[in-house]
């Protein structure tokens, strides 16, 4: 059973930084993708960013210069750096790990890790 832990959210002041990160565990599949949504308190839930392992990303606009997110297959581990933060990014953030066994690709979610952003 594929198992998708996040960390790395916390409190940062506006233009900070943080790295959010996801540990796949528990399969031997090749990472094929990963997507990175957010939800803010009273807000549907949106896409932030995606990446796939043939190096094709695509972000959403407000972070489109400001968000990096990449996948480490070796180390089974995904990311996403967050630079310039801003007062409209607090949010929990979930990564949506695509992950390819035996001919079907599956999805699995980490648990979301929350990001605050605050003087």
């Known amino acids: 059973q594929v198992q998708v832990v996040e960390s790395g959210g916390g409190l940062v002041q506006p233009g900070g930084s943080l790295r959010l990160s996801c540990a796949v565990s528990g399969s031997i599949g090749k990472i094929m993708a990963i997507r990175w949504y957010r939800q803010a308190p009273g807000k549907e839930r949106e896409w932030v960013a995606t990446?796939?392992?043939?190096?094709?990303?695509n972000y959403e606009d407000s972070v489109k210069a400001r968000c990096i997110a990449s996948i480490d297959n070796a180390k089974r581990m995904l990311y996403l750096q967050m630079h310039s933060l801003k007062p409209e990014d607090p949010a929990v953030y979930f990564c949506?790990?695509?992950?390819?066994?035996?001919?079907?690709?599956?999805?699995?979610w980490g648990q979301g890790t929350q990001v605050t952003v605050s003087s």
């Open positions: 990446t796939t392992t043939d190096n094709t990303t």
């Open positions: 949506d790990c695509a992950i390819y066994i035996a001919g079907t690709t599956y999805d699995s």
